[in-house]
């Protein structure tokens, strides 16, 4: 008997016949003899359904009451999860993230855990029940509730898997695994059957929504066993079939990683490019820029800053395209004035796409190839930045799609390891 936290997204609580079909999972799951702990997402669509009425009233609501509005979607699917498993005879309760407690800081809107008290799980799991934990949301030091940011789900149940010290967390999905792209994009993109931690971590922090990048975090922190699988195959397919299924996020590097020198691609549509144009080039000037941005809880990506010219240099950097608004509206307000930068220039219809590879570490001309394959496309180039696994370029959105075509191609990830030259 082991005990194992399930993971349901929007697609696969889309519907009540969905919800049957998890209900029905689980269940086989539970008659197997093992613990079983379910997160459920809102079901498709509910959460942007819920955000969109708040802004309809006003295009900045009080993240507060973001949270109060948005966390309504998983207490939905929560209940009607556990009803479907009471029809099919089996022992079910759910509860909310103040009911167990799930605690978290008080960042409205995209909140992090702080503690999970697993006793209340505890108790029902030894009295035979599933215990459903409703996902993507938590309570504050002051008891208010909070949401853990768009795909927040994910995070709950590996925070959760983490605090029970479960065998494994299964991430069932609407796709059979993480692949070496968004699948949707790039037909051609292959399933991998592991995925080290460090790059599921690239990946998921550069855009590809598999998982959010909080919950492989969590795995890595207290490793965590996570696999990411499907949740559309028939729910009763044999439990030895479906545990050898997916994609498992692994902890160590095997020979096989290592050869791979770019594993995947991930992109984000996303972002947002600011640019403050003849700064006068001062200690400090980036800390003025950047200091009051990060005070309003804004988070910045890449950063460049320029040559300076003349005692004047170029100051850009990358925003959630969500936050553009926040922070253009800040720098007018608080920093342009002191700075005195000669004039602000702001594109919010720019992408980011990225090659991930842990083999990126021992091989050179990687980046190169990248660039080359984009020149070739005539794809310009706004902004590169590189990690020890990584290579991101920003750059126009509209040819987003191509450029992440093209590399998928470029770096042969639509051939299997042993197909390569
Ligand atoms: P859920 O609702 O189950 O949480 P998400 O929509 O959040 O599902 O995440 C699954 C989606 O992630 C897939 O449908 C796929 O389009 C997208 N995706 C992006 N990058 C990848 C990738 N590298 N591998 C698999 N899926 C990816
Ligand atoms: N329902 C939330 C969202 O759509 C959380 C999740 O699905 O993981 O972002
Ligand atoms: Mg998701």
Not at 30 to 44: E, F, N, R, W
Not at 296 to 323: K, L, P, Y
Request: hydrophobic fraction near 40%; include cysteine; glycine fraction near 6%.
């Amino acid at each position: 008997m082991s005990l194992i936290v399930h993971k349901y997204g929007g697609t696969s609580m889309g519907s009540v016949e969905r919800i049957r079909n998890v209900a029905r999972r689980v269940a086989k799951w539970h008659a197997a003899g093992h613990q079983v702990v379910v997160v459920p997402s809102a079901m498709a669509g509910e959460t942007n359904r819920l955000l969109s009425l708040a802004r309809e009233i006003t295009p900045q609501p009080d993240p507060r009451e973001l949270d109060m509005i948005a966390a309504t979607g998983e207490q939905a699917s929560s209940g009607l999860l556990a009803i479907a498993l009471q029809t099919q005879g089996v022992s079910a309760r759910s509860y909310t993230g103040w009911q167990v407690p799930v605690r978290t800081d008080s960042s409205f809107t995209k909140a992090r855990i702080t503690a999970i008290d697993g006793d209340r799980i505890r108790a029902d799991l030894d009295a035979g029940r599933v215990v459903i934990v409703t996902g993507f949301q938590g309570i504050d030091p002051d008891g208010h509730i909070t949401t853990l940011g768009r795909g927040g789900s994910d995070t709950s149940a590996v925070a959760v898997a983490a605090a029970l010290e479960a065998h494994e967390c299964l991430i069932f999905t609407d796709v059979d695994g993480v692949y070496t792209t968004d699948p949707r994009v790039v037909p051609e993109a292959r399933r991998m059957s592991v995925v080290s931690f460090e790059e599921m971590l690239e990946m998921a922090s550069l855009g590809s929504k598999v998982l959010q990048i909080r919950a492989v975090e969590f795995a890595g922190k207290y490793r965590v066993p996570t696999r990411v699988l499907s949740s559309l195959t028939d729910p009763l397919i044999p439990l030895e079939e479906e545990i050898t299924s997916g994609t498992l996020i692994t902890f160590e590097e095997d020979e096989k990683m290592e050869a791979a020198v770019v594993s995947g691609i991930a992109f984000s549509r996303d972002e947002a490019k600011i640019t403050l144009l003849a700064v006068p080039d001062t200690p400090g000037v980036a800390y003025s820029i950047l200091g009051p941005v990060a005070a309003a809880n804004i988070d910045v990506d890449m950063i460049v800053q320029n040559q300076s010219v003349a005692g004047t240099t170029d100051f850009s950097f990358t925003v959630n395209r969500n936050e553009f608004q926040r922070t253009i509206e800040l720098l007018k307000r608080d920093v342009i004035p002191t700075v005195k930068a000669r004039e602000l220039v702001t594109d919010d219809k720019v992408a980011k796409v990225s090659i991930v590879g842990i083999g990126m570490r021992s091989h050179v001309g990687v980046a190169s190839l990248m660039f080359q394959t984009l020149s070739k496309e005539g794809i310009n180039i706004q902004m590169i930045s590189t990690s020890e696994i990584k290579t991101s370029v920003v750059i126009d959105d509209k040819y987003m799609e191509l450029a992440v075509r093209s590399l998928h191609k470029a770096f042969e990830l639509d051939q299997s390891p042993t197909e390569k030259a």
